[in-house]
């Protein structure tokens, strides 16, 4: 079985590699670290298919150095000492630069192994993960490695890519293959920034196209059907799947609908409806809160609906739900002073419950001031009487600030009249 397109068609120069001109472009450190031959050891940190191991297996050519691979996911401390016993053999002659792969499954122990032995300059470490690095790597390494961010694929840079791997494809099978624009860009535009899953939509169109008079004509219909959903990029288990929602609940706090529906769809088309349900719950009463209170059961009633109908029919009442999100006037008041509030209780600033407010308790011979003394509210006027409620050492602290929204000021207004009716 051959190889995969995207690794029979490596790039021959760093002008090769699709993306990545924040770091390649030939004022860029990173280009000019590699042109000077003189690696040091690097950590890629980026989404997968984004050329982190293309870039890596070039390094190793331009430096003239042997180079090992290893992934995270398989690879143990014997097969890290069996890279470095090859040290002293004619493979090791020149040095070694290894790749791994998905270093965050490494766990500390693996990780120490290998710190070892880079630390003597004969190993050049080059490792790649999809995970924040600094979450993930051991210290140690981390402050004997330079990080780089490897971002996702523009769709016009990737075009150039699926150019190539049709010309290359050509090339290999002696016909040829003809592409629209139209084809070219749906790839580029359907792979979500992946330029290996826009290789494998290449070949894969072209081994799905008909030969005729030793020609493959591309239809746009084949390219649709092999890259249906191939454009959603998500782990639910990583930063993609935090940025989402992060962005989905930013977008409904910001009061724009077309951002939070965009992002509520790469969740639902992702299957994630429990994430997308949770957090437009959250975000309900965090950010509209008390300027519209009516809108959290209608929320919560949405997202009742969604779960009981499950996909693909639950996207109809959360986008109801995010929509009136959004357009919903906004306050965090409540929010805020339960952060406030809490932080007291977290930082030891609690003290006794008032006398009045305890549950009526057995008066002791020694207590010369018995009863409870809790006045009943609806025993007096407007249903209020003045009365300390919070612990004496507390008992002047506010947390709460009305916000300046129609329904808050509408609760201060009739406060206001009511609690300086009976000062």
Partial sequence: MSAPLADRLRPQCL?????????????????????????????????????????????????????????????????IKEIFASLDTFAGLNG????????????????????????NGKITLIAST?????????????SRSTVFEFKTVEPEEIERAVRRGFEFLAEEQSVEIDVSDEVVSHIATACGGDVRKAMNAVELSA?????VDNKKTVSIETVTELTQKSAVRY?????QHYDILSAYQKSMRGSDPNAALHYLARLLEAGDLPSACRRLMVCACEDVGLAYPQLIPIVKSCVDIALQ???????????????????????????????????????????????????????????????????????????????????????????????DNKSEQAFRQYWDKIKGETD
Avoid: W
């Fill in 235 to 239: 782990d639910r288990d990583g930063d």
């Fill in 207 to 211: 081994l799905a196209t008909n030969l």
């Fill in 309 to 403: 109908v499950g996909l693909p029919e639950a996207r109809i009442p959360l986008a109801d739900a995010v929509v009136m999100v959004c357009n919903a006037p906004k306050s965090n008041s409540a929010y805020n002073a339960i952060n406030k509030a809490t932080a007291d209780v977290k930082s030891g600033k609690a003290g006794p419950i008032p006398r009045q407010l305890q549950n009526m308790h057995y008066d002791g011979e020694d207590n010369q001031n018995k009863g409870q003394f809790y006045k009943y509210p609806h025993d007096y006027p407007n249903h209020y009487v003045a009365q300390q409620y919070l612990p004496d050492s507390l008992k002047d602290r506010k947390y709460y600030e009305f916000g």
């Fill in 130 to 142: 999809t995970e924040n690095p600094y979450f993930y790597v051991y210290n140690a390494i981390l």
């Fill in 96 to 119: 070694v630069l290894l790749y791994l792969d998905e270093i965050q499954y490494f766990n500390k122990k693996q990780q120490q192994t290998l710190l070892e032995y880079i630390e």
């Fill in 15 to 79: 002008d090769d590699i699709v993306g990545q001109r924040h770091l390649l472009d030939k004022d860029k450190p990173l280009r000019k670290i590699i042109e000077s031959g003189e690696i040091p050891n690097l950590i890629f940190y980026g989404p997968s298919g984004v050329g982190k191991t293309t870039l890596a297996t070039y390094i190793a050519k331009k430096t003239n150095r042997t180079f090992k691979k290893l992934n995270g996911t398989t690879a143990s401390t014997a097969d």
